[in-house]
C-alpha cells in the first residue's frame, strides 16, 4: 500500500507531469500549436466564404431578392468587426487560449443551424451568429501569431496567416459554389463538422507568453520572468493618438470598400455564363470555380511578405513605401480582367459536378480568352496579395504587445465598415446600372468603378512612410525601457 502511495506522489510531482509530457512548451509543440491556429484561421474563413457564391440558389430557396442575401454578409461583416474589438479587448486582459476555443465552437454550431434554416429569418439570425464567433478568431487569434513571430520575419510569417485566410475563404466559396449548387445546406454542415473536430485541438495546444517575440523583452523572458503590462480602457486614447494607425485604419477602409465589391465577383462570372445559354446550376458551378482559379496569385503573399521584410530591414519606412507601389499597380491588372469576355467557353449543359469541373479547368488552357483572363488575374492578385502580410506586419510594430488585439478589433471595425459598405453599394450599383447595362455588362462597370478606390488606399500607405518609422521606434524604446526596469 505505501509503495502504491508512492508511485501516485510521483506521477502528481511536477517535475514527473513534465517528463510525461516533455514535448509541452517545446518547439514540437509549438509547431503543432501554429499549424492547428493555421488551420482553425483558415476554416472561419471557410466559414465565411461558403455564403455568397450560393445567392441565386438560396434566393431562389428562399424565394427573396439577391440583395436581401447580400443585406446578410453586410450585416455579418459589421457583427464580426464589432464583436472583435470586445474579443480583442478580452484576449488583451486575460488568457487567449480559452477564448479561441469558445469562439470556434460558437461559429461550427452557428454554421450547422444556418444548413438547418428554414426561413430567411432563421438564415439572417445564425450567420449574425456565425459572426459573432469569427470576431474572436479574428482578434484573439492575431495577438497569439504575433507573440510567436520576430519583428525580422513578420511580414513572411504573416504571409502564411493570410494565406490561410485567403484559402479558407476559396475553399468556402469551392464548396458553396460545387457542393451547394444542388444541395445548399451540404456545404455549411461541412465546414460546421470540420469546425467541430479542429476545435478539439485547441485543449492541446500551446499559449505563447505576450511579448515574447519581442528583442526588446529577451533578457526579461531568459530570467524567467513575464511581461506583465495589460491593456486598460484609458490606452485606447494613446493607441487612437498613433499617427501610423490613423493612417493604416483608413487605409484598410478604403481598400476594403474596393475589395468588399469583389464578393459579387463569381455573379459576374454566373451572368457571363448564363448569357451564353448555360443553366443557372451549371453556371453557379463554373462562374464560382473561375473566381476560385482567378485567386490563385494569392500564393504570391508569401513572396511579398519576404519583400516586405527586406525593404523594412533595409530602412524604417521600407514596408510601407513597398505597399504604396503595389498597391497601385493591381489597378489596372483589376479592371482590365473585369473587360476580358469568355467567349467559346465549352460545358456540358446538363453535367454534374465532376463534368463541369473538369471542363472549367480544362478550359483555362485551351481556351484562350479564359487563359487570358487568368493571367491577367494573376498578375492583379499577385501584386495586390503584398498589402495583407505587409499591413499586418506595420500593425504589429507600431503597437505595443498588450495593444496589438484590441488594436486588429479596432481595425476589423474598418475592415467590417469597408467590407459591408463595398458588398451593399456594389450590390446596388449593380441594379441601378442594370436599367441602363444589360447583365453582365453591369458587373463589369460597377466592380472596375469600385477598383478606382484602390488610388486612395495606395496615397494612405504613402502616408506611412512619413510616421511609420517614428512610431515603431517609440514601441522599441517603451519595451527597451520596461525591461531594463525589470532587471
Known amino acids: 500500500m505505501a509503495r502504491s502511495s508512492k508511485i501516485v506522489d510521483r506521477l502528481a510531482a511536477p517535475d514527473t507531469r513534465m517528463n510525461l509530457f516533455r514535448w509541452w512548451g517545446g518547439d514540437r509543440h509549438k509547431l503543432f500549436t501554429l499549424v492547428v491556429f493555421v488551420i482553425l484561421a483558415s476554416l472561419d474563413n471557410t466559414a465565411r466564404g461558403v455564403f455568397p457564391p450560393l445567392y441565386a440558389i438560396m434566393a431562389r430557396h428562399f424565394a427573396v431578392e439577391e440583395a436581401a442575401l447580400g443585406l446578410i454578409s453586410a450585416l455579418s461583416v459589421l457583427l464580426v468587426a464589432v464583436t472583435s474589438l470586445f474579443w480583442g479587448y478580452w484576449g488583451d486582459r486575460s488568457r487567449r487560449k480559452p477564448l479561441l476555443l469558445y469562439g470556434t465552437l460558437i461559429w461550427s454550431l452557428a454554421l450547422f443551424l444556418t444548413g438547418l434554416s428554414q426561413s430567411y429569418t432563421q438564415l439572417l439570425l445564425f450567420q449574425l451568429l456565425t459572426a459573432v464567433g469569427v470576431g474572436c478568431i479574428t482578434s484573439v487569434g492575431f495577438s497569439v501569431i504575433s507573440d510567436f513571430i520576430s519583428p525580422a520575419r513578420r511580414g513572411l510569417a504573416l504571409s502564411l496567416w493570410g494565406l490561410a485566410q485567403g484559402g479558407g475563404g476559396g475553399a468556402g466559396a469551392m464548396l458553396g459554389g460545387l457542393l451547394g449548387a444542388y444541395n445548399w445546406p451540404l456545404p455549411f454542415f461541412v465546414v460546421a463538422g470540420a469546425g467541430l473536430i479542429f ?199 507600431v503597437n505595443l504587445p498588450e495593444h496589438r488585439g484590441t488594436v486588429v478589433g479596432l481595425f476589423t471595425i474598418s475592415t467590417g465598415l469597408g467590407l459591408a459598405l463595398g458588398n451593399l453599394l456594389s450590390g446596388l450599383s449593380f441594379n441601378y446600372l442594370e436599367s441602363t447595362f444589360a447583365s453582365p455588362l453591369n458587373y463589369v462597370i460597377g466592380l472596375s468603378l469600385f477598383q478606382l478606390l484602390l488610388a486612395p488606399a495606395a496615397w494612405c500607405y504613402y502616408q506611412l512612410t512619413k510616421t511609420a518609422a517614428g512610431d515603431i521606434g517609440r514601441v522599441k524604446q517603451t519595451l527597451a525601457s520596461r525591461a531594463e526596469l525589470n532587471l
Open 199 to 397: 476545435a478539439l485541438l485547441y485543449l492541446f495546444t500551446f499559449e505563447p507568453e505576450r511579448g515574447q517575440a519581442e528583442p526588446e523583452l529577451a533578457s526579461i523572458f531568459s530570467s524567467g520572468r513575464r511581461y506583465t503590462h495589460r491593456i486598460h480602457w484609458t490606452d485606447l486614447r494613446q493607441i487612437l493618438a498613433n499617427r501610423s494607425n490613423r493612417w493604416l485604419m483608413l487605409q484598410v477602409f478604403i481598400g476594403t470598400v474596393a475589395s468588399g465589391s469583389l464578393i459579387w465577383m463569381p455573379r459576374l462570372f454566373i451572368a457571363r455564363i448564363e448569357a451564353a445559354g448555360y443553366s443557372l446550376e451549371t453556371a453557379t458551378m463554373a462562374g464560382n470555380l473561375l473566381s476560385l482559379m482567378f485567386q490563385i496569385g494569392f500564393y504570391f503573399a508569401i513572396l511579398a511578405g519576404h519583400l516586405g521584410d527586406r525593404w523594412q530591414r533595409r530602412r524604417p519606412d521600407g514596408r510601407a513605401w513597398f505597399c504604396t507601389f503595389v498597391v497601385l499597380a493591381t489597378i489596372p491588372f483589376q479592371i482590365g480582367l473585369f473587360f476580358i469576355p469568355l467567349h467559346g467557353l465549352a460545358l456540358p449543359a446538363a453535367g454534374g459536378m465532376v463534368a463541369v469541373t473538369v471542363a472549367t479547368l480544362i478550359s483555362i488552357v485551351t481556351n484562350p480568352w479564359v487563359a487570358g483572363a487568368f493571367v491577367v488575374a494573376l498578375v492583379a492578385v499577385a501584386f495586390y496579395s503584398a498589402d495583407n502580410p505587409n499591413r499586418s506586419a506595420l500593425l504589429t510594430d
